[in-house]
T-cell receptor, first 112, second 115 residues
Framework: QKEVEQNSGPLSVPEGAIASLNCTYS??????FFWYRQYSGKSPELIMS????GDKEDGRFTAQLNKASQYVSLLIRDSQPSDSATYLC????????????FGQGTELSVKP | DGGITQSPKYLFRKEGQNVTLSCEQN?????MYWYRQDPGQGLRLIYY???????QKGDIAEGYSVSREKKESFPLTVTSAQKNPTAFYLC??????????????FGDGTRLSIL
């Protein structure tokens, strides 16, 4: 089992819809969870951090964390073509001295 | 403006040659990291450093070396022992927080190819 798993996609949604991106992790001791957006050919850009169970909203983005189920998700409301990118989930690994472990990323395509 | 500067943006390596990728940050971050990204893949950790004059191997350190002589700088050398160096190399930095891990912020990356 991979330490951080994401569906590679591509996930295709129409413009204006809600995009739902999911991530599961194996280390129950993980404390910090991050979502990065990476446009093709560019470096990752931090878009959300979440540390406690529940929802955290920032503009059109909502991160959801469920530590009991070892599950973190990112919702993008009113998706725009400019949201088309690869979204990377990153989890700190308590068992590995707090290093960030990245998932392989989910490619999102928002169709006009 | 605070940030992380990687140079060069593109780099070509000849057979048997060592090359060095530069990473400089002015965010006053304690920790710095080097990752490698292959097409369609996630990020794999090469080396990281949490304090000056100290660094640790990541998951794929073979064929690479680093130094951390200054807080602001963390250069990566890709040695001739790394037989498949073609990849996108990303440098990142973060504060080292006691209670919770701080996010990492990335430079713009260096694309390395073999001539």
């Amino acid at each position: 089992q991979k330490e951080v798993e994401q569906n590679s996609g591509p996930l295709s949604v129409p413009e204006g819809a809600i995009a739902s991106l999911n991530c599961t992790y194996s280390d129950r001791g993980s404390q910090s969870f991050f979502w990065y957006r990476q446009y093709s050919g560019k470096s990752p850009e931090l878009i959300m951090s979440i540390y406690s169970n529940g929802d955290k909203e920032d503009g059109r983005f909502t991160a959801q964390l469920n530590k009991a189920s070892q599950y973190v998700s990112l919702l993008i409301r009113d998706s725009q073509p400019s949201d088309s990118a690869t979204y990377l989930c990153a989890v700190n690994s308590y068992n590995q001295g707090g290093k960030l472990i990245f998932g392989q990323g989910t490619e999102l395509s928002v169709k006009p | 403006d605070g940030g992380i500067t990687q140079s060069p943006k593109y780099l070509f390596r000849k057979e048997g040659q060592n090359v060095t990728l530069s990473c400089e940050q002015n965010l006053n971050h304690d920790a710095m990291y080097w990752y490698r990204q292959d097409p369609g893949q996630g990020l794999r950790l090469i080396y990281y450093s949490q304090i000056v004059n100290d660094f640790q191997k990541g998951d794929i350190a073979e064929g690479y070396s680093v130094s951390r002589e200054k807080k602001e700088s963390f250069p990566l050398t890709v040695t001739s022992a790394q037989k498949n160096p073609t990849a996108f190399y990303l440098c990142a930095s973060s504060n080292v927080a006691v209670r919770e891990n701080q996010p990492q912020h990335f430079g713009d990356g260096t694309r390395l190819s073999i001539l």
